[in-house]
């Protein structure tokens, strides 16, 4: 199968229809001509997994929690849904939770280096006792917070009536004058009057404490530092609730989310001379269902999957997948572009999703000959690979996600635009959408095609005057390579996006 860019598929016959993307929220829209502050810009992205909470973390080292409102609104209506066997079509709507700050600037005096605050990866681990437990990455430490509601109190009534106490003079002792008491050498009292006060006793009260406001609070519960000699990509929760792994560009351990000073090395890439390094790792993710399996993939485009059930250390893999180049086809820019910047399962375990520079390829983790699906995500480009080259952009390490039914894949491109794919048997969706308002004004701009995607752009790209960054193609259309969507995370069970465009957060759903 050929079609929008793909090349095979996975899923039952018979696709599912295109869906259509509707804007639903923004957070944090910029004005026109605002400039964008360096600390705001969106770094991270991911959904809980009950998709109910979102988290965010940015350049700035902060991280914002926006939870899920739309859901209380159609507890009672569920079952009465369930019964007519009608879908439930909802409006999903999130609201500003909290915020805190995760981490801060500093240097590392041994190696001379500083260490910015900017947040690489966020992952939920499971919540407890109605707290969110959440991690947090920037280049070197890692860090578990603890979000909870915490109720202010305050202490209401006071021990004494003041108005019975006025009304019978002083207190218990007042009524007994020290001059009626006769006093012994050795401290006793001859008079043993244990009279009650005329005016009776005042009225006591025990305090009445009261809860006055509900906060949230964001608590740091273990540090985890000092384990990498590289920036850390990748930190990935395990299924057992127990452990997670990170990753740096040589090596991946494997964390105890109790302990924190103490990690195992699991799989180790650097060899015994520098000189003769050729790929470094790239992302690592947990396998979602089986808790001795995980995956990591390289700079050369290769995927490894381990069993940590083999070896303590995990040198060797279980399988290796591979894309082999069709004969004469390299260049100078094969292997840069080859370099995997994510991978992410499948909710099932049985596929994996990855993103290379121009390419998302979908690989069955039982048929390690090739992948079952390629995905062009923006072959326009292949002509300016050297310009490129020239301005990083090429470098560029784009976030790619799959839906919770495992029917579709999306990553992001340039000028905020991001893709979606239908990975089905049958299915030729190919959808363009723009982090706007309007996320499917691009779809209109041709009359002759309905659905325009950039797998159906041309491949003629010509220089525009006076912009390096930008390049246009056939029908008309500028791409800026400034204003890239890198990050971006599907709903676990619904067909709702959420994805970052600069300091901006957009949601959308279909």
């Given amino acids: 199968m050929s079609n929008g860019g793909a090349k095979a598929a996975v899923a039952p016959v018979g696709g599912p229809l295109p869906l259509d993307w509707k804007f639903s929220q923004v957070f944090g829209e910029r004005t026109a001509g605002e400039k964008v502050q360096e600390v705001d810009v969106i770094s991270a992205i991911e959904f809980d997994r009950t998709g109910d909470h979102l988290a965010t973390g940015d350049r700035g080292g902060r991280v914002v929690l926006f939870e899920r409102t739309d859901n209380r609104d159609h507890v009672g209506q569920r079952k009465d849904l369930e019964k007519m066997d009608y879908p439930m079509n909802r409006h999903p709507e999130f609201r500003y939770k909290t915020e805190f700050q995760s981490h801060e600037p500093e240097f590392d005096y041994l190696k001379s280096l500083e260490i910015e605050e900017k947040i690489n990866k966020i992952r939920w681990c499971q919540s407890a006792d109605g707290a969110l437990f959440l991690l947090s990455t920037n280049d070197k430490t890692i860090k578990c917070w603890k979000v909870q509601e915490k109720k202010v109190k305050k202490v209401h009534d006071m021990n004494v009536d003041s108005m019975k106490t006025m009304e019978s003079g002083s207190i218990v002792g007042s009524s007994i004058s020290a001059s009626s008491k006769q006093y012994i050498e050795n401290g006793g009292c001859i008079n043993n009057d244990f009279s009650f006060p005329t005016a009776g006793f005042p009225s006591l009260r025990l305090p009445v404490v009261t809860s006055i406001e509900t906060n949230l609070m964001a608590r740091c519960r273990r540090i985890y530092a000092h384990a990498h000699d590289y920036h850390i990509n990748s930190i990935s929760s395990n299924s057992d609730g127990e452990t997670f792994i990170s990753a740096d560009d040589l090596r991946i351990n494997l964390w105890n989310l ?29 396998h979602p269902k089986h808790c001795n399996m995980l995956a990591y993939s390289s700079s050369k485009g290769s995927i490894r999957l381990i069993d940590m059930r083999q070896s303590a250390l995990c040198d060797s893999h279980s399988k290796l997948f591979e ?157 800026d390579f400034t204003t890239k969507l890198l990050h971006l995370a599907w709903h676990p069970t619904e067909n709702s996006l959420a994805c970052a465009a600069s300091n901006s957060l957009y949601i959308y759903y279909a």
Wanted: aromatic fraction near 8%.
């Fill in 258 to 286: 109790e302990i924190n000073n103490q990690s195992f090395n699991i799989v180790d890439v650097k060899p015994a001379n520098m000189e003769d390094l050729t790929e470094v790792i790239t992302s690592a993710e947990f």
């Fill in 323 to 479: 894309d082999q180049d069709a004969p004469g086809a390299r260049s100078f820019f094969t292997e840069i572009i080859a370099s995997i910047s994510d991978i992410k399962f499948a909710k099932d375990g049985r596929h994996i999703l990855s993103r290379d520079y121009m390419t998302l390829k979908l690989w069955d983790i039982n048929m390690d000959s090739g992948p079952v699906a390629t995905f062009q995500v923006h072959e326009h480009l292949r002509p300016k690979l050297c310009d490129l080259y020239e301005n990083d952009s090429i470098f560029d390490k784009f976030e790619c996600c799959l839906s919770g039914d495992g029917l579709r894949v999306a990553t992001g491109s340039y000028s905020n635009l991001f893709r979606v794919f239908g990975c089905s048997e049958g299915s030729t969706e190919a959808t363009t959408l723009e982090a706007s308002k309007t996320p499917m004004r691009r779809q209109g701009q041709t009359s002759s095609r309905p659905l325009r995607t950039l797998g159906s752009l041309s491949g003629v790209v010509r220089r525009v005057k006076g912009a390096d960054n930008s390049g246009v193609d056939a029908n008309g259309n500028t791409f």
